[in-house]
């Protein structure tokens, strides 16, 4: 299987294509029989070669958004986000050629939710608020993830997250700020060193008034993944004050999701709640 693979990965270098995994699944369905054969070959080329998948031309299709005080080039293609600031543009497969990068933006917000993106586009959030936001809707894809990281490294804003208070709301914030283990061999590439953590913390539930039915018990999965992030290592060593947050959601029992902050109102969000912790981050020492 993987010199299957790897004879797809010299077509593509040598005819200039690209491909994702399920691209090549789909070339020898009946030999590969699972995509996970197929994505776990391809791991096992990155780390022989010690490279990127992007260094294969396997790309990842990407489910992320931009919008903005941003333009930039991809492959030729213009992507002018400042024309139309609170317009949703996809985040492009082909980071590497990624160029031309344009921006007014005085920091970056992710946020891990579709639906908290379109709220701030809805409400206008860009027009207002000087920033470049970002969302991999959900479990942010390597395309994000690398789109983020170039974004830092040629603008040199400051980035915060923004999640639900919950563990998987927490799994994305560390996958974008520390990588995943899945791609230890990429990580440089894939991760955000000076993320912030935005919120929602524990403790906002009480600072903002969100009512009780808007909290939700911790399940008994959510408080296995929960101790099993308190054991990670980068937490107690980079991040304790991460780790007294988890544990104080841990010990509270409970979880909510930031929409439950629209309760006050529907641009609660975008004209309190943000504002005020970007101002508070840019305050604090």
């Not at 022989?48 to 489910?63: E, I, M, P, T």
């Amino acid at each position: 299987m993987l010199l299957r693979v790897l004879l797809i990965v010299q077509q593509l270098l040598q005819e200039n294509r690209h491909a994702s995994k399920r691209d090549i699944y789909y070339m020898h369905p009946s030999a590969f029989k699972a995509q996970s054969i197929v994505d776990r070959a391809i791991g096992d080329i990155c780390i022989l070669f010690q490279c990127s998948r992007y260094n294969l031309n396997v790309v990842s299709v990407g489910n992320g958004l931009v919008m903005g005080w941003l333009k930039f080039r991809e492959a030729g293609r213009k992507f002018d986000c400042l024309n139309s600031l609170n317009t949703a543009y996809p985040v492009p497969v082909l980071v590497e050629e990624v160029e031309d990068i344009v921006s007014l933006a005085e920091y970056i917000l992710v946020v891990e939710k579709e639906t908290v993106f379109q709220r701030l586009a809805n409400d206008m959030f860009c027009k207002t608020n000087r920033c470049i936001v970002i969302t991999g809707r959900g479990y942010p894809d390597v395309s994000t993830r690398r789109f983020l990281r170039l974004l830092m490294e040629k603008l040199h804003l400051p980035v915060h997250c923004l999640v639900d208070c919950d563990p998987y709301g927490f799994e994305i914030l560390a996958t974008y700020r520390f990588g995943s283990m899945q791609m230890a061999y990429d990580i440089e590439s894939l991760r955000a060193p000076d993320m912030k953590w935005l919120g929602a913390f524990p403790s906002d539930s009480e600072i903002y008034s969100v009512p009780k039915q808007c909290l939700l018990p911790l399940t008994e999965e959510d408080k296995k993944r929960t101790e099993a992030m308190l054991l990670r290592c980068y937490l107690k060593r980079e991040m304790p004050q991460w780790r007294l947050e988890l544990e104080t959601m841990l010990k509270r029992g409970v979880k909510f999701e930031i929409e439950a902050l629209s309760v006050h109102s529907l641009s609660f969000l975008s004209e309190v709640y943000i504002p005020s912790k970007i101002r508070r981050e840019v305050s604090s020492p």
